[in-house]
């Protein structure tokens, strides 16, 4: 079936560490992906997307990677600081559901000082 | 700045009452969803809209029912509330094409408890 999930539920490190936040999906024919952070209260904010055109794309300290070969995505955070302590979640567009994105269930991101 | 709103954050209802969410964007977005997010089950897609008074369900429609009379606002209807629709229930919008992505923005949230 079709499914986007994360590989991990929490992930804790330090602060000014390097964070990798990892997704795998399971269908091929999605063409886009988004990440998106959520602080605790609020709703989820884009961080940053890819095309599955597209290998690599770099933002302010974030990285995202995907390799369609092993249908992975990954976020990177450089240098993470306790702001970027939230729940963060990877989501896909399935051509089939037009528009709508497929969430996977979001990984835990807690930085300690 | 994309602004989506959402009526209430935070709603208490009884059993079989008839539940409205609002959410208004100001973008003029085309495109606008609802969904509830849940711990351990991440957000479920309930119902989604491509344009005023057009509506197709998400992957958990049961039990809900939406509007969309005007382009800006899209409402959420709970026709009789039941305890396992507590949630956090959130809105969001998008426009295809802008900057050729399907960046979907979202609400606060609004936290439905159910009794």
């Known amino acids: 079936g079709e499914s986007v999930g994360l590989h991990l539920p929490t992930l804790s490190v330090q602060e000014g560490d390097n964070s990798i936040i990892n997704c795998a999906y399971s269908?091929?024919?999605?063409?886009?992906f988004i990440w998106y952070k959520q602080e605790s209260g609020k709703g989820p904010q884009f961080i940053i997307d890819?095309?599955?055109?597209?290998d690599k794309r770099q933002g302010q300290r974030v990285t995202v990677l995907l390799n369609k070969t092993v249908k992975h995505l990954s976020l990177q955070i450089a240098a993470t600081q306790p702001g970027d302590s939230a729940v963060y979640f990877c989501?896909?567009?399935?051509?089939?559901?037009?528009?709508?994105?497929?969430f996977g269930k979001g990984t835990t991101l807690s930085v300690s000082s | 700045d994309v602004k989506v709103t959402q009526s209430s954050r935070y709603l208490v209802k009884r059993t079989g009452e008839k539940v409205f969410l609002e959410c208004v964007q100001d973008?003029?977005?085309?495109?606008m969803f609802w969904y509830r997010q849940d711990p351990g089950l991440g957000l479920r897609l309930i119902y989604f809209?491509?344009?005023?008074?057009?509506?197709e369900k998400g992957d958990i429609p049961e039990g809900y029912s939406v509007s969309r009379e005007k382009k800006e606002r899209f409402s959420l209807i709970l026709e009789s509330a039941s305890t396992n629709q507590t949630s956090m229930y959130l809105c969001?919008?998008?426009?295809?094409?802008?900057?050729?992505?399907?960046?979907?923005?979202f609400g606060p949230g609004t936290r439905l408890t159910v009794l």
């Open positions: 969001a919008s998008s426009s295809p094409g802008q900057g050729d992505t399907d960046t979907q923005y």
């Open positions: 269908n091929s024919a999605s063409d886009y």
């Open positions: 890819i095309r599955s055109n597209m």
């Open positions: 989501a896909e567009i399935l051509r089939q559901a037009g528009t709508a994105l497929i």
């Open positions: 973008m003029d977005h085309e495109n």
């Open positions: 809209s491509y344009d005023v008074k057009m509506k």
